[in-house]
């Protein structure tokens, strides 16, 4: 069970200095940590001087490899079992994402998510779920859990930026356009980009998207 542990791993303050007015925090893909993302962190901070940024450890160790932590097992993928896992770890991440908040005195709506792959499914699975809308979630090569239960577990409808490669070898390129799907579907703001030739990753362009989208989304632009 996750319910009883507390999620942390590396940090990366402001580059300007002094108190954030925006948090992004990173969620890593199975068999990763915290330290698989955080690298984004020294490449984003200097457009985003004021904003203050984090990649927790996943809550378990990977059982499907030696190192690594996993946000839930993926041993089975069936959709029941990749729901109930999503929920049990989206109670540990929501805990996690309302100390740092207030660790930074900042509310919802000054906190934007960036998922990837396992990461993004959290991202998606916790965001709309929060009584409060962030500011909003940026997520690759992932896809949405539980699609059937949305439109009756809806809180919040923050904008989402979703990019997917479409030779992505572990995550089926489909997943990208049935999220938007569904997201539209229930009212959600959604922006679908596909990646041409870019397999299961994060590529340049992919990270300029998601920078051009967190300019907007934290009202830089």
Same mark, same amino acid.
């Given at each position: 069970m996750t319910s009883s542990i507390? =999620?942390?791993g590396p940090r990366h303050a402001p580059y300007g200095g002094g108190k954030p007015e925006h948090l992004v925090v990173f969620l890593h893909g199975l068999g990763a940590d915290g330290n698989d993302l955080i690298g984004l962190a020294p490449v984003l901070a200097p457009l985003f001087p004021d904003t203050a940024f984090v990649s927790p450890n996943a809550p378990m160790p990977c059982d499907m490899a030696p190192m690594g932590r996993q946000w839930f097992s993926l041993?089975?993928?069936a959709p029941e079992d990749l729901y109930r896992g999503a929920e049990e770890a989206r109670g540990v991440l929501d805990a996690f994402l309302d100390s740092e908040l207030s660790r930074h005195d900042l509310d919802d709506s000054r906190l934007a998510l960036f998922g990837f792959s396992q990461g993004? *499914? *959290? @991202?998606?699975?916790t965001a709309l779920r929060r009584p409060k809308p962030i500011a909003g979630v940026a997520g690759f090569s992932g896809h949405l859990v539980g699609p059937e239960r949305l439109m009756a577990e809806i809180k919040s409808r923050p904008p989402i930026l979703l990019v997917h490669g479409d030779a992505d070898e572990v995550v089926p390129f489909g997943a990208l356009r049935s999220a938007e799907q569904t997201l539209t579907a229930a009212a959600v703001p959604v922006e679908a980009h596909p990646r041409p030739g870019l397999g299961h990753g994060i590529d340049?362009?992919?990270?300029? =998207? @998601?920078?051009?989208? =967190?300019?907007?989304?934290f009202g830089k632009s």
């Open positions: 507390e =999620l942390d041993q089975s993928r993004c *499914m *959290m @991202a998606l699975h340049q362009q992919g990270l300029e =998207l @998601a920078a051009r989208f =967190l300019h907007r989304v």
